[in-house]
């Protein structure tokens, strides 16, 4: 068989759309089963409509006008900004021409009420003819190969699906909610069921659909421009969910590109990388949770975080086993919320999701999108809520996604100097363009507003805030006032923030910013970031610096410990000790302080925890860090699991380190001491910050109402008996509730068995005091 005469993969797409275009009637259709021409060729053959028509008169069909070759040329190579002004069926002087795209079609013939008209093929795929008609009627399409017939609607007799509403606001770069207008959006229009794809390309010559419902063969599905907000349109009917598609672009110098879609809100499993088709059909559980998440401010509240990658926190989970597992564990343990490290789709795993291709779209990996909701959905029905990363930093190169997108520099600055991400080999997004700046503002929205998350953490910030970041001299220009503030990223970083908090009521942000900008939790309104909460880098570090050292060095380090409160309320802080810390030969949380395997270094992960819970600012531990994973985490295999199994002689230790992190946010959770005035100096009392001889640490934390928390660490490994600590004289007993050496956390069991009453020494400035025994590397907690 000649390859002229051979089935063409377009046969399967056009049988796709005719049935779906038949049997659809929702306004989110789904893609019925494909049939493939020999299955319908083993069909009975029963009367159909088409057939009966073959017995309707059909006017002559008379040539069309014929295409001037420039013409011709621009809609065969993708070059035709309208393709729909010279496809489809138009009314002219004598009658209505049609002309059609079908290559590989060996005859179209225009059906209608009372008409059959078999259009000429006019070669290269194209089928025209004039009919003698008063107007354009009704119409539909019989596309014949070999062996097969199918009745389909023409893509080009519809009007735009996209509204000039959605163009404005486009135009704009104010469209807060992006994701309904560009992207493909399976609808019903004019009452025909099929998709709409919209993309946002303005420096491209031409655009096309191509997708496995062409066999990839994107020449019959040219888009049509829609004036100077840069966006194509093109409505193709029968064409439903689960449907891969990319956009066939030509360049301005011509040559052509095939790209994944931007705004994609699926995508295919890596590393295959077309974009999917979808529509929700989730039912949300959750109104309790969404209606009063927002009642308390984050930053009066109880926040504890258990960082998660979710791909390696028990490898092998999907999002739907996940929701089965995730919630029982992290409720378990007392957490307060998740954060999940990028769940945007991303090319290459190694990269933990901060490299994103597809910042719409749940990673595929564990699921679809819905699966995706189903997990946040049961993490908040179990009340735990969801933080996920945000990445808007920078973007990967890959040629199939946005470097470069439409020929030009689209995405990201075309400021070759300001593009190139000097650290990560990755492009920094332009964020003094409005479409740009839009694009990221309402994925911000869409992750809040589609997925109910609670809170975005925003990736790289300091990357994003200066111009001369990882940058030499000569490598960067100065802002528009000398200085080197990206006001562009600012202006992008207040603007999310105040979109999103206005949109989406009880959402906190939160900065991963490493140095000292002013105002990062500061609102929009008094010249701030917006942000909710911020990292506190500087605790982290001095802190593990501290914890590094052996005991009798610690005295040398003793304001690593103490140096966070100079600043502790400049702004809302949370203390992380997050994945970046125990990676890349950083080792484990335990492994960073020295000692013996079996007493000391666990001991001072607990009293180390236990420090940190008091401290003020919220808490962030990763996974694994929660019972003493001694290995770095990798994501090939993630936490050390087997470490809890009984018949590993040390698991009773592993287990005694999670028992205590479950306690710590129960107690934490049950003290508003500890949160209620979290970002403010009445909240907080040194009781002994001098003592560097003893490595011994004591502050009291103070509720609204006045109630304290006593809050006394000993990072020594020795016992320190008859240890006086003032205390303030209204207070008659003081109980333990939380000693980090408690036996059932692996510890010696020294601690406070009864109420400790204050006594009329004098200690620290206070007129009395209590006399304490403290256990070696431990933290212990006294309330009234």
């Given amino acids: 068989m000649s390859a002229a005469r051979q089935p063409t993969p377009t046969v399967r797409a056009e049988a796709v759309a005719a049935t779906a275009t038949s049997t659809a009637t929702s306004t989110a259709p789904s893609t019925a089963p494909v049939p493939e021409p020999a299955r319908k060729a083993r069909t009975p053959r029963t009367p159909r409509t088409p057939r009966a028509r073959r017995t309707t008169p059909s006017p002559r069909v008379r040539p069309a006008p014929a295409l001037g070759g420039e013409e011709r040329a621009r809609l065969l190579e993708g070059r035709h900004h309208d393709p729909h002004a010279v496809l489809g069926a138009h009314a002219r002087h004598g009658g209505v021409v049609f002309r059609m795209l079908r290559p590989f079609a060996k005859a179209v013939t225009v059906v209608a009420e009372g008409l059959r008209a078999e259009l000429s093929d006019e070669g290269d795929g194209l089928f025209s003819g004039l009919l003698p008609l008063t107007g354009v009627p009704d119409y539909r399409l019989l596309v014949a190969y070999d062996g097969d017939e199918i009745e389909v609607h023409d893509p080009y007799r519809f ?78 009917p029968g064409v439903g969910e689960g449907a891969l598609y990319k956009y066939d672009i030509t360049r301005p110098d011509g040559s052509h590109t095939l ?154 600055h075309h400021d070759p100097r300001r593009a190139a991400h000097p650290d990560w080999g990755t492009l920094e997004f332009d964020y003094g363009r409005k479409e740009v700046r839009n694009f990221l503002v309402a994925n911000a929205v869409y992750w809040c507003q589609e997925f109910h998350v609670d809170g975005l953490r925003v990736d790289a910030v300091a990357s994003m805030l200066y111009l001369d970041y990882s940058r030499g001299e000569g490598q960067w220009t100065p802002n528009e006032h000398g200085g080197r503030e990206n006001l562009d990223a600012v202006a992008l970083l207040q603007e999310m923030n105040a979109t999103v908090y206005r949109r989406c009521p009880g959402v906190v942000t939160i900065a991963e910013e490493s140095t000292a900008w002013n105002g990062v939790t500061r609102p929009t309104d008094a010249g701030g970031l917006g942000f909710g909460l911020k990292w506190n880098m500087g605790w982290m570090h001095d802190t593990l610096r501290y914890m590094s050292k052996e005991p009798v060095h610690r005295k040398y380090h003793h304001h ?144 609204l109402d006045g109630s304290p928390l006593l809050a006394v660490s000993n990072f020594s490994p020795v016992v320190r008996h008859e240890y006086r600590l003032g205390v303030p004289r209204e207070i008659p007993r003081w109980r333990e509730v939380l000693n980090t050496d408690d036996e059932r956390y692996g510890g010696s069991g020294v601690r406070h068995p009864r109420p400790l009453r204050p006594e009329p020494v004098p200690a620290q400035g206070r007129p009395v005091s209590l006399r304490m025994t403290l256990p070696p590397m431990a933290t212990v907690w006294l309330r009234p």
């Fill in 159 to 236: 009007l735009p699906a996209l509204g000039d509403l959605d163009l404005h606001l486009i135009g704009e770069g104010r469209h807060e909610e992006l994701w309904t207008a560009l992207g493909a959006q399976p609808m019903e229009h004019h009452g025909v069921a099929g998709t709409r794809f919209t993309v946002w390309a303005p420096n491209a010559q031409g655009v096309r659909v191509a997708g496995d419902f062409s066999y990839w063969d994107s020449v019959a599905h040219p888009m049509r421009s829609l004036g100077a907000s840069g966006v194509w349109e093109l409505f193709l």
């Fill in 259 to 412: 790209r994944a879609d931007p705004m994609a809100r699926a995508a295919e499993v890596p590393p295959a990388t077309a974009s999917v088709v979808t529509a929700s059909r989730f039912v949300w559980q959750d109104a309790e949770w969404m209606a009063t998440r927002g009642e308390r401010p984050t930053h009066q509240a109880p926040f504890s975080v258990y960082e998660v990658h979710l791909a390696s926190w028990r490898p092998g989970l999907s999002y739907r086993e996940l929701a089965d597992q995730l919630p029982a564990y992290v409720k378990e343990l007392g957490f307060t919320h998740v954060e999940l490290m990028p769940v945007a789709e991303h090319p290459f795993g190694g990269s933990w999701g901060y490299q994103v291709t597809g910042f719409y779209a749940p990673t595929s990996r564990l699921g679809g999108p819905d699966d995706f909701r189903l997990l946040v959905d049961s993490l908040h029905r179990a009340g735990i809520g969801v933080i996920v990363d945000w990445v808007p930093a920078h973007f990967p190169r890959d040629e199939w996604a946005l470097a470069e997108f439409d020929g030009r520099p689209l995405y990201e």
């Fill in 560 to 703: 690593d410990m103490t140096f966070g409160m100079v600043y502790a309320f400049s702004e809302n802080y949370v203390l992380p000790i997050s994945h970046d810390e125990v990676v890349h030969g950083k080792g484990s949380l335990v492994s960073k302080i020295p000692g013996d395997d079996w007493w000391q270094r666990r001991a001072g992960h607990r009293a180390y925890l236990g420090f940190m819970w008091a401290h003020p600012g919220k808490q962030l531990l990763f996974m694994g860090q929660e019972f003493a994973q001694g290995s770095e985490w990798s994501e090939a295999h993630g936490p050390d699991w087997w470490l809890l199994d009984s018949s590993y002689s040390a698991a009773g230790d592993h287990r005694g380190v999670r028992t205590l992190v479950g306690d710590l946010n129960r107690a934490y959770t049950a003290a508003p001491a500890l949160w209620e005035q979290d970002g403010v100096p009445a909240g907080f009392a040194w009781v002994e910050a001098d003592a560097a001889e003893d490595n011994v640490f004591a502050f009291l934390r103070y509720a």
